[in-house]
């Protein structure tokens, strides 16, 4: 899956804007990558959100047990990958069909985020178990949402491209291909939001993240890590 956002939506980390220019090193534009990211999964789907949000995704290789599938409702897109093991529960609790997947599940999770301010956003992401990592773009507040499980279980990666494009994708030489050494793992129990303005762990939403300058030889730029001793966010 591939999400591209211009900086109209969100500012490109700091961080890996320093990677870059510290280690300077071929990039490719945001339509080049999603051009890209067509030619090289089958039976890819794409569209185009608005002036400033590009969405990819396609079921070329993807795990049995982790599928990607994505929704719109109420013009709020998600791309989903992966499985929740206790979207049994978690339908009941938003009330939803017994039909409704995880990406259904992950737009209302997020609508209840959004409506019910000053909902917590670390309990909203800290309900969900299971392996996933999802990317939500809401264009009737032009708002981004981006979450990866605690462990990691789904790979997520996030880059900058050569026109200042901020890119998620689940493919990490997809964008190494597109944003040279403007490249980092996206960090497992984190989520960004454009509405909190920064990156932060759901499981200990105090601690600070650190991005630290990756060694030359690492495809990365930075490696985003959270501080601190972990102390597991209240979720009830």
Same mark, same amino acid.
């Given at each position: 899956?591939?999400?591209? &956002? %211009?900086?109209? +939506?969100?500012?490109?980390?700091?961080?890996?804007?320093?990677?870059?220019?510290?280690?300077?090193?071929?990039?490719?534009? *945001?339509?080049?990558?999603?051009?890209?990211?067509?030619?090289? @999964?089958?039976?890819?789907?794409?569209?185009? +959100?608005? #002036?400033?949000v590009q969405f990819a995704y396609s079921h070329h290789k993807e795990s049995a047990l982790q599928p990607r599938s994505f929704a719109v409702k109420d013009e709020i897109?998600?791309?989903? /990958?992966?499985?929740? $093991?206790?979207?049994?529960? !978690?339908?009941?609790?938003?009330?939803?069909?017994? %039909?409704? @997947? /995880?990406? +259904?599940?992950? +737009?209302?999770?997020?609508?209840?985020?959004? #409506?019910?301010?000053?909902?917590?956003? @670390?309990?909203?992401?800290?309900?969900?178990?299971?392996?996933?990592? &999802?990317?939500? =773009? $809401?264009?009737?507040? %032009?708002?981004?949402?981006?979450?990866? $499980?605690? &462990?990691?279980?789904?790979?997520?990666?996030?880059?900058?491209?050569?026109?200042?494009?901020? *890119?998620?994708? #689940?493919?990490?030489?997809? !964008?190494?291909?597109?944003?040279?050494?403007?490249?980092?793992? =996206?960090?497992?129990?984190?989520?960004?939001?454009?509405?909190?303005?920064?990156?932060?762990?759901?499981?200990?939403?105090?601690?600070?993240?650190?991005?630290?300058?990756?060694?030359?030889?690492?495809?990365?730029g930075a490696t985003f890590k959270v501080e601190g001793p972990a102390v597991l966010a209240a979720t009830e």
């Open positions: 899956m591939l999400g591209v &956002f %211009s900086s109209a +939506i969100v500012s490109p980390p700091d961080e890996l804007v320093a990677a870059g220019c510290r280690t300077p090193s071929p990039k490719v534009t *945001a339509d080049a990558l999603v051009k890209r990211f067509l030619e090289t @999964n089958s039976s890819a789907v794409s569209m185009q +959100i608005g #002036d400033h897109f998600c791309l989903f /990958e992966g499985a929740l $093991d206790n979207l049994g529960s !978690l339908k009941q609790q938003y009330g939803l069909a017994k %039909s409704a @997947n /995880e990406v +259904i599940l992950v +737009i209302e999770a997020y609508k209840a985020l959004r #409506d019910r301010a000053p909902y917590p956003a @670390n309990h909203v992401v800290g309900h969900l178990i299971g392996s996933f990592a &999802f990317i939500v =773009f $809401d264009k009737s507040t %032009s708002s981004l949402f981006v979450a990866s $499980d605690q &462990f990691g279980k789904v790979p997520l990666y996030w880059g900058i491209t050569a026109d200042g494009y901020v *890119a998620f994708a #689940d493919n990490a030489e997809l !964008l190494k291909g597109a944003c040279g050494k403007s490249l980092a793992s =996206f960090p497992q129990g984190c989520f960004f939001s454009t509405a909190v303005g920064e990156l932060r762990s759901f499981e200990n939403p105090k601690n600070k993240i650190t991005a630290v300058p990756a060694k030359e030889e690492e495809i990365w």
